[in-house]
């Protein structure tokens, strides 16, 4: 059953009434009415577009947000081939908020990683909602050595409202964790592409995300701290959150303009959960053109690029 958001309604009213117009017709109990089916799915589309196009930051938060979003897991069967997961950073424990391994891309043998949010109220327990305590970052580094050990490209999908903040975390050196994560990512001698799939929340996401080509899909964000945050800490009211989300420039279209992300991946109208297959589909095609982008350059060649593309941020500002 598709999941409608507050900002969604007029969209949500006519679909409302198409399906009830198609009931009719499949029950025979109303005549010729297939033109006026036609013209409200039109009317529908062209409201739904309208809309998406038009997007509050805020807005866009939520629709990164929706619960029908795909997640990790998700891209990983759509788009690789032999996943192979590999659990563990050898110093405490396992951390499911982060999963990664080997994988095959169109061809290419991959180190594949991300953070996996859930889907049901099961896996989103067993995932701790994508946020990850230090084991899942040291993880993650121990991942991206040993991709870099055997030469194969790293591909990061970023999902996370940031890192667990719990004390758990902290007493196991959760910022240490993020920056030796951070440390990974900016020493490959491979080619590494980030995807902002979803939300990229503060260090949590930049350490996957330091990457030769960070693209992001067109509704995310990625910010230094979720809108209601930074509302708690600016205004000590999270009821702020949209004027938060607005002063803060956490869309795509934003971050391309500043530098931070090199390429927005379009999504199907009406977001990446109401076509996840197109929405895939396009993300697939994108890392494919950021990995070809990326042969010919050697180690010394791929730590370079990345390093000036991350200190070149915000100059032309």
């Given at each position: 059953m598709r999941s409608y958001l507050d900002f969604e309604k007029p969209v949500a009213e006519l679909e409302a009434k198409l399906e009830e117009l198609r009931e009719l017709s499949a029950k025979g109990d109303a005549v010729a009415i297939g033109d006026?089916?036609?013209?409200?799915?039109?009317?529908?589309?062209?409201?739904?577009?309208?809309?998406?196009a038009n997007l509050t930051p805020w807005q866009k938060t939520q629709v990164a947000r929706h619960p029908l979003r795909p997640h990790f897991s998700d891209f990983a069967a759509a788009l690789f081939e032999e996943f192979t997961p590999l659990a563990g950073d050898r110093k405490f424990g396992d951390d499911m908020a982060i999963l990664g391994g080997l994988a095959r891309f169109r061809g290419r043998a991959v180190c594949l990683l991300g953070q996996e949010k859930g889907s049901t109220t099961e896996t989103r327990i067993k995932h701790n909602f994508g946020m990850a305590r230090p084991e899942g970052y040291r993880k993650a580094a121990r991942l991206m050595e040993l991709a870099d050990r055997f030469q194969l490209p790293v591909i990061s999908l970023v999902d996370t409202a940031g890192a667990f903040p719990g004390l758990d975390a902290?007493?196991?050196?959760?910022?240490?964790?993020?920056?030796?994560?951070?440390?990974?990512?900016?020493?490959?001698?491979?080619?590494?592409?980030?995807?902002?799939?979803?939300?990229?929340?503060?260090?949590?996401?930049i350490a996957l995300a330091t990457a030769n080509r960070v693209l992001m899909l067109e509704h995310s964000i990625y910010s230094v701290i979720s809108p209601e945050g930074a509302a708690s800490i600016l205004w000590r009211d999270t009821a702020k959150a949209q004027e938060a989300a607005t002063s803060m420039r956490i869309t795509a279209q934003d971050l391309a303009r500043f530098g931070i992300v090199d390429t927005i991946i379009a999504e199907p109208p009406g977001g990446a959960h109401r076509d996840p297959a197109a929405a895939m589909s396009a993300t697939g095609d994108a890392i494919e053109a950021a990995l070809n982008g990326l042969e010919g350059l050697d180690a010394a060649g791929l730590r370079k690029a990345r390093r000036e593309k991350f200190l070149a941020i915000g100059r032309g500002l």
């Open positions: 006026d089916i036609t013209r409200l799915e039109t009317k529908a589309a062209e409201a739904l577009a309208q809309l998406y902290e007493e196991r050196g959760q910022a240490e964790a993020i920056a030796r994560s951070t440390d990974a990512c900016l020493a490959l001698g491979v080619p590494n592409v980030a995807v902002i799939i979803g939300e990229g929340g503060s260090g949590g996401a």
